[in-house]
């Protein structure tokens, strides 16, 4: 496995060795002795999440104001251009974001840590994710900032109106936020 540092530091691009031939191809998509040696993080992850959505959609950005949950992302099948946004008031980077391509092709995992709102736009015709998360979800502490906050500024690969959800459209710009200290 490679990792990668995107620009946020914090944020892991990972890339696993893919093993392939006229068949198809195998990797093991998390092995957490590797992902210990490489990252330098000692991670228990608690939920998996399976997600599909239509070309267009864009989910986010999430995270929880309590229970803090901590994502390692992939695609399995199609594209997504995923984006994860520092909320820690007390961080250097708070208020930045970074933007990441993840697809069945290039077979990256993204390591997005507690602390950030996560979300994500799918330009193929269709997109599954799966990722996994450190902590439970919990609806009374999810919150969501405004995936079109102008002082964000985020490059959303966008062709015409994104398809958001009604929780997605109430998203709250970043400096009206409930954020981490």
């Known amino acids: ?29 998390y092995n957490e002795r590797e992902f210990t ?23 986010g950005l999430h995270y929880q104001i309590q229970q803090p949950q901590g994502k390692l992302v992939r695609v399995i099948s199609g594209k997504v251009y995923d984006v994860a946004v520092d909320v820690r008031r007390s961080s250097p980077s708070f208020g930045r974001w970074t933007g990441n391509v993840l697809s069945d092709q290039n077979k990256r995992v993204l390591w997005i840590p507690a602390g950030f709102a996560h979300g994500f736009l799918v ?48 998203g709250t710009p970043l400096v009206k936020a409930e954020v981490f200290p």
Do not use: C
């Open 37 to 59: 040696e490489k990252t330098g993080l000692d991670i228990h992850f608690v939920q998996d999440n399976h997600s599909r959505s239509a070309k267009n959609v864009l989910r």
């Open 123 to 170: 330009i193929s015709d269709y997109a599954e994710l799966l990722y996994k998360t450190t902590d439970y979800w919990a609806l009374s502490f999810e919150r969501s900032i405004a995936w079109s906050d102008p002082d964000l500024n985020i490059a959303w690969p966008l062709q015409g109106e994104p398809l958001l959800s009604e929780k997605d459209r109430r």
């Open 1 to 29: 496995m490679n990792v990668i540092r995107a620009t946020i530091p914090e944020v892991l691009i990972l890339e696993p060795k893919v093993f392939g031939d006229e068949r198809g191809f195998f990797y093991e998509s």
